[in-house]
């Protein structure tokens, strides 16, 4: 069983920035793959970046190339989303999401955590 607690979320500016923390409790395996999803009202929860939990590689959503960063500190279990540039359009809740594959896929993640709000104003 894993167990998956998100925090840093809150209310930024457009063109500001926020880091997203996902903390782990539980065991994790180096091929199994982090992701954080997110969910705007009224919409489908979206793929937004995942890394393995070793760390060799990491994928993003073409929405936030460049202006995310997702990164691991195994040692606290913990699982980060750095946000730059942050636009109203990243406004949503943000979930991270345990799994066996490094996936774009809801389905391909067994764990999730309780989500947190980001809020971006123009």
């Known amino acids: 069983q894993v167990q998956l607690v998100e925090s840093g979320g809150g209310s930024v500016q457009a063109g500001g920035s926020l880091r997203l923390s996902c903390a782990a409790s539980g065991r994790i395996f180096n091929d199994y793959a982090m992701g954080w999803f997110r969910q705007a009202p009224g919409k489908e929860r979206e793929f937004a970046a995942a890394?393995?939990?070793?760390?060799?590689?990491?994928t993003y959503a073409d929405s936030v190339k460049g202006r995310f960063t997702i990164s691991r500190d195994n040692a606290k279990n913990t699982v980060y989303l750095q946000m730059n540039s942050l636009k109203p359009e990243d406004t949503a809740v943000y979930y991270c999401?345990?799994?066996?594959?490094?996936?774009?896929?809801?389905?391909?993640?067994?764990?999730w955590g309780q989500g947190t709000q980001v809020t971006v104003s123009s």
């Open positions: 999401a345990v799994g066996p594959l490094l996936s774009w896929t809801k389905s391909a993640y067994s764990y």
């Open positions: 890394i393995r939990w070793s760390g060799s590689s990491a």
